[in-house]
């Protein structure tokens, strides 16, 4: 009786962290967080699959040039580099996980960023920015062949949707984004052409999250191509 009893409860917990995983919010909104900001309330919010942000001046790190390497350049419009992850107690989900940290620095705009990490942060280090949120209901008007499509078309298509949600960020605001997400990021304009504006990312995978992405990675799409 103990052992089946033992056995349901963790079929049951599987199932609940699977469907976390895997759920879409129909809700296309992003909220300011108004709770009390506890490890356990953050976590519960995520939950949710709905964008979130709160500021975060008070956990913030500081960058450092010498705990991230450079990964691409676009002249005029964005740097990107990896970085060596610090540890971030509030964000992080309470189930084993692994990290993957970038930092952008931004003249002008970021390319289109996808998440399918179970948690992605986004962290404004300097300067303010726009981010645009698209929910995954509009991923085929921006995926081909498993390929997030990056031209100039996708872009002012996303500037001419209104129903896409843009928010103002600035300095220390924490931005939690949902898995399946698409982003659009831009610099805010300014006068001052020495404005900076660097973000950074912090994209949580749990081990529901690997094995999701290995089957949809070793069993879906190998079952397309056939």
């Known amino acids: 009786m103990w052992f089946e009893t033992i056995i349901l409860f963790l079929l049951c917990a599987c199932y609940f962290l699977l469907y976390v995983d895997m759920k879409v919010n129909i809700n296309d909104t992003v ?26 001046t008070h956990i913030v790190h500081e960058l450092k040039d010498s705990s991230f390497v450079k990964e691409k350049k676009r002249k005029g419009k964005y740097e990107i580099f990896n970085k060596i992850y610090e540890p971030y107690p509030l964000l992080e989900p309470k189930i084993r996980f692994e990290t993957e940290n970038k930092v952008y620095k931004i003249d002008k705009a ?30 085929e008007s921006f995926w081909e062949n498993d390929e997030l499509i990056q031209k100039e078309t996708k872009i002012d298509y996303i ?3 209104t129903h896409f949600n843009t928010t ?23 006068n001052d052409k020495n404005d900076k504006c660097v973000i950074e990312s912090i994209h949580y995978f749990t081990l529901c999250n690997q094995f999701i992405g290995w089957i949809k990675k070793n069993l879906i799409n190998t079952y397309k191509k056939l």
């Open 159 to 161: 500037k001419k949707q």
């Open 31 to 56: 909220s300011y967080f108004e709770k009390h900001l506890t490890r356990k309330n953050i976590n519960e919010e995520t939950f949710l699959k709905s964008p979130f942000y709160f500021d975060g």
């Open 110 to 139: 970021l390319p289109i960023l996808s998440n399918s990490c179970s948690v992605n942060y986004y962290i404004v280090k300097e300067g303010n920015c726009n981010i645009t949120f698209i929910h995954p209901r509009f991923k």
């Open 168 to 190: 103002l960020f600035s300095k220390n605001s924490i931005i939690y984004v949902p898995n399946d997400w698409i982003l659009y990021i831009e610099k805010e304009e300014s």
